[in-house]
């Protein structure tokens, strides 16, 4: 199996960088043998390089707001969107990422995006730190991307779970 584990954020944006925050609590547990963990931050280059190597699956770990309760995880499938293909090497939008390693012809492979509801992504002057309903849910998100790889050791699909 391969598997990559891209956890992205700027800490600099408060609940931004909840992505960051689940690497670090990825970090000391042992993964089993082809899952890597990238803190890939904002390097929405980094992480186009990344798509492009064949995988059986991406993980891709960020703040999503989505409108629901703060601290809630989701895991969504994302689909083709319509847009440009383009990367910012100073910022990170992951799906720019996808379309830019799609329009290259990059692999197609299984993404999956494991996101947590934000307060907040931060003033225009930055904040440091998570707010205490996403900082409550790191580990939970940590535990949840290591039943998606599991799930996905044993042959299941990964798409099963929705949200906690």
Known sequence: MNILIACIGNIFLGDDGFGVEVARALAPRPLPEGVL??????????????????????????????????????????GEEPGEASIDPHSMNPMNALRTVRSMGGPAGPVL??????????????????????????????????????????GESAVAVTHT
């Open 37 to 78: 963990v990238k803190d890939l931050g904002i390097r929405g280059l980094d992480l186009a390089y990344a798509l492009l190597d064949p995988r059986d699956l991406t993980i891709l770990v960020d703040a999503c707001p989505l409108g629901g309760i703060p601290g809630t995880l989701y895991v969504i499938e994302p």
């Open 113 to 154: 995006i494991v996101g947590c509801e934000p307060v907040d992504l931060g003033p225009k002057e930055g904040k440091l730190g998570l707010s205490q309903p996403v900082a409550a849910a790191v580990q939970e998100a940590a535990a949840l991307i290591e039943a998606l790889v599991e799930k996905v050791l044993r």
